[in-house]
């Protein structure tokens, strides 16, 4: 005998659980089923553990640099790593915690622990039980990648998941990928202390990025003291006598090997979509096995949808959260919300961390648009100067002949969060005129973006 509901969810991450709170809201029965932790990837091997272990390492980072403020600290600057561990378990489990709290709040829907595979494209099976549905939401997230590398089966490798429960911290860390999760953890363990080597197949890092943006997060990083192998071909790992591991990396110049005490691989996400019985519903995947989903979300089976990672068209919280916000709408509000009304911006977590809004300078110029660009060295940004953080620059794409902001890349202090009034313009739909008579608050980074708007000039 099966159990029925109204809307059954697979996944208790960053769409299923708010998701959950609205239908069961709206009185529908709802079953949120979730196999291993509330809150999914972001809160427990995301962005809550690693943006807490990356304001650990800016603290630490500080400390290290208070000559250049004014103070000493009485000797080194000296890494409790358990400590360091135990605040960012704390913060973990704070949200966890909040979430279970919300969850079993909701009147009307029930929290099922187990992991969720269809029978049919209205029933789902956990453990014993078959559950029924009018409507499922699959919210199954994604993991790390494990390509196969020679040797990767034979070495105790690390991912996001493992490095986060290290009880010791590496004596050196070398690091398989040089893009977001590459550069976030690569940064944090490097000012923790542990040597650091970023390991990287193509020949700049973030290769999604302008290449001007690459190249100033390599020298900022460099600066720190972490090393790259870039250009690394026929990448091979091998357990050393000593419990470590080597990397061959076979680059172009350099050492052939790297003698790592531990390896994380940061190459790349896959989706959770391999055993989810997606075949019995009937629910198409691409060759990646990313959910095929329209506009709406919803997949090639009426009344399924695929939110989140899993369904290829985003690969952060706030795409995962706007996806619950597009289905609710349609669902419940009787809005017309569609993914393509979505505009690109994400940030990169390093210090000082790369803000993102839409086209690079590189995909402008792809698209054979006329446009303009304003560039500013955050070295001429008094706010940068006076807190003693001047790397990076801004740069600020516009169409020519629409005065819409086509993109920006924000790299330096506070470029995350500045960013965002660009971000809401492009929302607006409002010309960069409007920003370039905004008055904002001195000393800011942001008291500079009217400044550079005012300087645009055609991008050549
Ligand atoms: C190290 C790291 C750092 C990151 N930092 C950031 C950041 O700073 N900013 C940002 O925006 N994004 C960041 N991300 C990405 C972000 O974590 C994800 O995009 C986000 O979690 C969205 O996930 P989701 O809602 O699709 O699914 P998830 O949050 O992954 O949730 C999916 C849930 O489904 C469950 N599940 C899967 N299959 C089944 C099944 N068959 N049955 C039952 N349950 C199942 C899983 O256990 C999991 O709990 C980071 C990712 C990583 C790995
Ligand atoms: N700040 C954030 O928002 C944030 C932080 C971390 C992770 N994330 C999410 O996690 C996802 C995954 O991040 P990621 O950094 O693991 O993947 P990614 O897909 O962004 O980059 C993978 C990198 O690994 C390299 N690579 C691939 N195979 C390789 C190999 N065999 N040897 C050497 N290098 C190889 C690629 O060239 C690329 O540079 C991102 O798409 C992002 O959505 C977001």
């Not at 809201?25 to 509330?38: D, N, P, S, T, Y």
């Not at 080597?246 to 390896?263: L, N, Q």
């Not at 919280?317 to 349609?330: K, P, R």
């Not at 960013?419 to 313009?425: D, G, T």
């Amino acid at each position: 005998m099966a159990r029925h509901f109204d809307a059954i969810i697979i996944g208790a991450g960053q769409a299923g659980i708010p998701l959950a709170g609205r239908l069961s809201a709206a009185g529908q029965k709802v079953a949120l089923i979730e196999r291993h932790l509330v809150g999914g990837t972001c809160v427990n091997t995301g962005c809550t553990p690693t943006k807490t272990l990356v304001a650990s390492a800016e603290a630490i980072h500080t400390a290290r640099r208070g000559a250049d403020y004014g103070f000493t600290v009485g000797g080194p600057v000296m890494v409790d790593f358990p400590a360091v561990m135990a605040r960012k378990d704390a913060v973990v489990a704070k949200s966890q915690q909040g979430l279970a709290g919300w969850i079993g709040g909701m009147e009307n829907c029930t929290l099922i622990e187990g992991h969720a595979r269809f029978e049919t494209a209205q029933s789902v099976r956990v453990d014993d039980e078959l559950l029924q549905a009018g409507r499922i939401f699959i919210n199954a997230g994604g993991r790390a990648a494990v390509p196969e590398l020679p040797g990767v089966h034979d070495v105790p490798f690390l991912t996001n998941t493992s490095i986060l429960q290290l009880k010791e911290l590496p004596r050196h860390l070398a690091i398989v990928g040089g893009s977001y999760i590459g550069l976030e953890f690569g940064q944090i363990f490097r000012r923790l202390g542990s040597e650091v080597t970023i390991i990287e197949k193509g020949s700049r890092l973030i290769a999604r990025e302008d290449e001007d943006v690459s190249e100033e997060v390599k020298g900022i990083l460099e600066g720190e003291g972490i090393g790259f192998r870039l250009d690394a071909e026929c990448i091979s790992l091998h357990s050393r006598p000593d419990g470590g591991v080597t990397v061959g990396v076979d680059c172009r110049s350099g050492e052939r090997e790297v003698h790592a005490s531990h390896v994380l691989l940061a190459v790349g996400r896959r989706p959770n979509t391999d055993d989810l019985g997606l075949d019995r519903a009937g629910v198409a995947t691409d060759e990646r096995g990313f959910i095929a989903v329209d506009d709406r979300l919803e997949t090639s089976v009426p009344g399924i949808f695929a939110l989140g990672d899993c369904n290829g068209r985003g690969a952060f919280t706030h795409t995962s959260y706007n996806d619950f916000e597009i289905v609710a709408a349609n669902l419940l509000d009787g809005d017309d919300r569609r993914v393509s009304d979505r505009h690109e911006c994400y940030a990169l977590y390093v210090d000082p961390p790369l803000g993102r809004v839409g086209m690079t300078e590189a995909a402008v110029r792809k698209s054979g648009r006329k446009a303009l660009i304003g560039t500013r060295p955050m070295s001429r940004v008094s706010r940068a100067t006076e807190k003693g953080v001047s790397q990076g620059f801004i740069k600020i794409l516009v169409d020519a002949e629409t005065g819409r902001f086509l993109g920006a890349s924000i790299l330096g202090v506070g470029g995350d969060e500045v960013v965002h009034s660009i971000l809401n313009l492009i929302y607006a739909d409002a010309p960069y005129t409007v920003m370039a008579r905004s008055v904002p608050i001195h000393p800011n980074v942001s008291e500079l973006l009217p400044t550079i708007v005012q300087g645009l000039t055609p991008l050549e």
